[in-house]
């Protein structure tokens, strides 16, 4: 599909409520359809059965949804690991926003076939300085990397952070919340340690002790942890 008739297909299903809704969760973003991420899904998945790298290529960025269509894409086509890990180099400078970023990366699947290989692709975006680059990196770990064998590296990264942008505070305790979930003594040791600023600290531990999947003595004894400002 040509770049227009794309676009005209996201106009078609645009929902001006769900624009309204949309809007305001992300603030500072201008250029929203109103596409719900469903829709966006179906489209993109459409799209990687035809010719689609001629529309990657012509990187249209008039709307948000553009930019969500093509890294999605990126999860949904046939590609070899390493053709799609440029790819994704080429699209992460993309990425404006959180929503574009945490729903990309949930769709690069091949992550758990290729853990390794896109392990070593991820270094230069968690030493980065740039926003999205350093929030790529946490949510990538925190879908992919939960485990012993990459934790300690994915903490030392975090503690190495020393961009104080919200979104890559938030990003990064969520995924500090999301390792408890799975290795909740290293992740406890980790906390009692870390070098993270006391906003992503306590976020991070605000945001287990949300989680239902941890008991309440567990979230009292963590809440101890909370750096007083």
Sequence with gaps: MKV??????????????YKAFHSRLLPGTENILGVRVPELRKLAK??????????????????YEEDML???????????????????????PSIKNWAVCDCVCSGLKFTQQNRE????????YFTSDKTYDLRFAAVMA?????????????????????NHDYYVQMGVAWAVSVFYVHLPEMTEVYLKSDHLDDF??????????????????TKDRLRLL????
């Design 70 to 92: 093509r890294g999605l894409m990126l999860g949904y086509a046939k590609l070899s690991p390493e053709e799609r890990l440029k790819r994704i180099a080429r699209f992460v």
């Design 200 to 217: 992503t600290h306590n976020k991070a531990i605000q945001k287990i002790c949300e989680s239902y999947r941890v008991d309440k003595e």
């Design 117 to 124: 290989a896109v392990w070593a692709f991820l270094q230069p």
């Design 226 to 229: 909370k750096r007083k400002k």
């Design 142 to 162: 925190l879908d992919y990397y939960t485990d012993e064998a990459y934790a300690p590296a994915v903490f030392n990264y975090f503690d190495r952070m020393r």
């Design 46 to 63: 459409r799209m990687v059965k035809e010719a689609w790298t001629d529309y990657f290529d012509a990187a249209p960025s008039m709307y």
């Design 4 to 17: 227009e008739e794309v676009r005209q297909e996201l106009m078609r299903l645009a929902d001006e409520d």
